[in-house]
């Protein structure tokens, strides 16, 4: 069909690692129909974002074109991929589509947000295939480190993408469906236009390990521990729960699960009929009753996150349970990169309370849910793409994975977010670039990142602030002197007299030199008051703050 083309745009998680959300598209350029691939969100931190809640990709592009979208696919249940469909759903106004255990997690954050049963469509897996628009779309199974997660056959007039979500290679997974080759080549056979896939483990060299073969260390370490053990991993990853949950049983120990998200993912694993044989688990209030050497708790917080179960633990108590010292703590998962402070921190307080903590240095407690670089030629050679598109991964990640590609004569395009490609005829190319960004998640409102309300409270965290009072009476002159109130600014400063006195000294000085005319005009007089408070704070501090300036008209 001339004149139509097939696109492709990251509006997040191409150039980043989190807040994934990709949309493909087929039409007449600007009347294209749309499909959206997942929604998911990335986590704040007190560096660069203070006080936000949760970070989400700007869908403004999207939200503009709302008419023109046929369906939203969502891969699987992390967080980076779900998170954001409860907030999204109603700008978007199109019907989610996604496997069961996908589904059930999406659906507590739906119904957090009013959304109706029907924005919502379990689908079954390959060679199941759902029609929308121009597009018919397969959810084909892959292994990861959540259930169900899974790669799109992505089917359009202008040839077959695969998405890969994301995955690795694993025959043993312990929960969830193993890595398919055969199910891959099967799928490609027919000829495959563009592979999208995931860059995170690029920089891997070795093949990646099975979920399974962390049992038996796992066991070994848990049955040498003589006091109570905790540990803790990613709440989602739910083979993981089982490895550390049967070890503890085998070891003559009762598991207890803690915090929301753990109960919570266990719970609905069990209802989809994912999760079998799990040991029996107990509430905190019996676990303390249970000898310490009999206990293992199961709990969240792997990341630092400072109102999870790990850190409440580090800092004194959770529900009732105490860690003491002959106590360990076991971090069965990888820092992501970002984390580390919160993590040390918890880990520091743990040691302090004579806690033995065992990090997974030396990869016997824990493996990445990612393809390393081995297991991403196998899927380029099991696929044979025409060209490849690599996502998921920070810009290193990306331009890495292309040539990687090409080690295998696999040619390849980096796209990150707001890049539009054009994927039809036999090579990507550029089509144009939509402007993307951020959106916050603040408190209970959603701000944008260009909106300043974040930069200001950096700037206020960084420096400090003035309030600065006056009030001018009926004839424009002013009633007293100016008055000043400071926040996050030592009380004195160089001169060793107090800041607050000298920065009001400063402004009375100016204040009773000016003329009516300047009094009279606000901007200036607002002007010139901030600039004396900045300029007499940072020559007694060293800091520049941020000013208000309130003046009071009577009339």
Same mark, same amino acid.
């Given at each position: 069909m001339s004149g139509e083309r097939l696109i492709y745009l990251p509006l997040g998680g191409a150039g980043e690692i989190g807040m994934n959300a990709y949309v493909y598209g087929y039409g007449k350029p600007g009347q294209e129909r749309l499909i959206v691939v997942d929604l998911g969100v990335t986590f704040p931190d007190m560096d660069t974002t203070p006080g936000v809640d949760l970070i989400m990709p700007d869908i403004s592009w999207l939200?503009?074109? !709302?008419d023109r979208i046929d369906a939203i696919f969502i891969t699987h249940a992390h967080e980076d991929h779900v998170g954001a469909v409860g907030h999204f759903w109603k700008r978007l106004g199109a019907t989610i589509h996604a496997r069961k255990f996908t589904a059930a997690?999406? #659906? &507590? !954050?739906?119904?957090?947000h009013g959304a109706p049963e029907s924005i919502l469509n379990v689908v079954e897996p390959w060679p199941a295939t759902v029609d929308a628009g121009p597009f018919k779309v397969g959810f084909v199974p892959i292994s990861h480190s959540i259930p169900e997660s899974s790669g799109l056959v992505i089917d359009s007039p202008e040839g077959r993408v695969l998405h890969s979500g994301d995955f690795k290679v694993d025959h043993t997974p312990v929960v969830g469906e193993p890595f398919n080759p055969d199910l891959w080549s099967e799928i490609s056979k027919g000829g495959v236009k563009a592979l999208v896939c995931d860059s995170t483990n690029v920089f891997s060299p070795l093949p990646g390990r099975?979920?399974?073969? +962390?049992a038996p260390e796992i066991e070994k370490l848990i049955a040498a521990q003589p006091g109570m053990v905790v540990a803790t991993t990613f709440a989602s990853n739910v083979a993981r729960l089982k490895t550390i949950a049967i070890a503890a049983d085998r070891a003559g120990r009762t598991v207890c699960l803690l915090g929301r998200a753990m109960r919570r993912m266990v719970e609905t694993a069990t209802e989809c009929g994912l999760l079998h044989g799990f040991p029996k688990t107990v509430g905190p209030e019996e676990a303390a009753s249970i000898p310490r050497e009999n206990l293992l708790l199961l709990v969240t917080g792997s990341q630092g996150e400072r109102r999870a179960a790990s850190a409440q633990l580090a800092q004194g108590s959770y529900l009732g349970l105490k860690l003491q010292e002959g106590d360990s703590f076991l971090f069965s998962s990888r820092t992501i990169p970002g984390n580390e402070r919160g993590v040390i921190k918890i880990m520091n307080q743990l040691s302090e309370k004579g806690v033995d903590v065992i990090e997974d240095t030396h990869g016997l407690f824990h493996v990445s849910g990612h393809a390393n #670089?081995?297991? +991403?030629?196998?899927? &380029?050679?099991?696929? #044979?793409p025409q060209f490849l598109v690599p996502m998921h991964g920070e810009h290193r990640h990306l331009r890495e994975h292309v040539k990687l590609g090409l080690e295998r004569g696999l040619p390849g395009i980096v796209a990150v977010n707001g890049m539009m490609l054009d994927l039809s005829g036999n090579a990507p190319k550029v089509a144009e670039y939509i402007d993307t960004g951020r959106s916050y998640l603040d408190g209970s409102v959603m701000i944008g990142a260009m909106d300043g309300i974040v930069r200001d409270r950096i700037r206020m965290a960084l420096n400090g602030h003035v309030t600065v009072t006056m009030i001018i009476d009926e004839n424009d002159e002013p009633l007293g002197d100016p008055w000043c109130e400071i926040m996050g600014l030592p009380e004195k400063g160089r001169s060793n007299a107090p800041l607050v006195e000298t920065l009001e000294g400063d402004l009375a000085q100016f204040v009773n030199k000016a003329g009516r005319r300047m009094l009279r005009d606000e901007d200036k007089l607002d002007r010139e008051l901030k600039r004396i408070a900045r300029s007499t704070t940072q020559a007694e501090t060293g800091k520049k703050p941020e000013v208000n300036v309130v003046v009071s008209r009577l009339s």
């Open positions: 939200e503009a074109r !709302k997690i999406a #659906r &507590h !954050k739906l119904d957090e099975s979920e399974a073969t +962390l #670089r081995p297991d +991403l030629q196998l899927l &380029h050679d099991i696929v #044979r």
